[in-house]
């Protein structure tokens, strides 16, 4: 990115599916900028004794590029049964020219509720280095409150903060955090599940939180990460050369 460039959210997406096979499919509005951090949130639930939802995989294009759920393995979780789990993935340093995102999870037999929502952020670091490591956690539990700070505070003053919760019924109301977070529409799907995500832009070293509440005394996990902009490039100072009147001058004396 460009020395002067702030982190910018470019575009997001979000998705909603009910299948067999465990894939879900996220289609952006324009195609990525090659250069940009791709942060992918989704979520999965996978009710009773069908299954325990395994490690997702992540593709941008049909490629997986930079995506590594390794970079946020801190912000991993799940619900207490292991019926529900959240593992985001950035794609630092993204392809160009794509639009079609595709996550799939491995599970038990059965019927999956999944759901995901994708962002495409410029200004941020283009190495792994991105993710604040000092950041990355997660909870679950239930109740109709839900979410927890993050492991720590950020390691500089500039970086994106994300987080995403998914409950174990499609029928109760999902309450996000309030400005300067910007959450998606929370998606449901049935009575069976409820996702919600979002974002906020910080300029201060604070230890950011995800929280939030539900209608109705629910099952949930959630997670939260950052991810940190570029360190601004100084231009490097030049001299001015004497003005060509001066030069002439000093070379005639």
């Known amino acids: 990115?460009?020395?002067?460039?702030?982190?910018?959210?470019?575009?997001?997406?979000?998705?909603?599916?009910?299948?067999?096979?465990?894939?879900?499919?996220l289609t952006l509005g324009t195609a990525t900028t090659a250069g940009n951090c791709l942060v992918v949130l989704p979520g999965g639930y996978c009710p009773g004794a069908e299954g325990n939802i395994g490690a997702h995989t992540c593709t941008l294009g049909g490629v997986a590029g930079n995506f590594n759920a390794s970079h946020l393995s801190g912000a991993q979780s799940s619900t207490p049964d292991n019926c529900a789990s959240l593992i985001p993935w950035a794609d630092w340093n993204c392809a160009g020219g794509q639009t079609v995102i595709s996550v799939a999870l491995t599970a038990g037999t059965g019927t999956f509720y999944l759901f995901g929502a994708a962002y495409e952020i410029s200004g941020l670091?283009?190495?792994?280095?991105?993710?604040?490591?000092?950041?990355?956690?997660?909870?679950?539990?239930?109740?109709?409150?839900?979410g927890g700070p993050g492991a720590g505070a950020m390691s500089?003053?500039?970086?994106?903060?994300?987080?995403?919760?998914?409950?174990?019924?499609?029928?109760?109301?999902?309450?996000?955090?309030?400005?300067?977070?910007?959450?998606?529409?929370?998606?449901?799907?049935?009575?069976?599940?409820?996702f919600l995500a979002g974002y906020e832009i910080l300029s201060s070293i604070v230890t950011p939180s995800y929280t939030?509440?539900?209608?109705?005394?629910?099952?949930?996990?959630?997670?939260?990460?950052?991810?940190?902009?570029?360190?601004?490039?100084?231009?490097?100072a030049r001299r001015n050369p004497l003005p060509m009147q001066a030069v002439k001058t000093a070379a005639y004396w």
């Open 212 to 236: 939030g509440s539900f209608g109705t005394s629910r099952g949930w996990c959630q997670n939260v990460f950052g991810l940190e902009a570029a360190a601004a490039v100084k231009p490097v």
């Open 125 to 146: 670091l283009e190495t792994a280095a991105v993710v604040d490591a000092n950041v990355a956690d997660s909870y679950s539990g239930s109740g109709t409150t839900w």
């Open 1 to 25: 990115p460009r020395p002067d460039m702030p982190i910018g959210v470019v575009q997001s997406a979000t998705n909603s599916v009910t299948n067999t096979t465990g894939t879900l499919t």
């Open 156 to 194: 500089q003053a500039s970086e994106i903060i994300f987080g995403s919760v998914i409950a174990d019924a499609g029928t109760t109301t999902i309450t996000g955090p309030g400005s300067p977070w910007v959450s998606t529409t929370a998606l449901s799907i049935a009575s069976e599940a409820s």
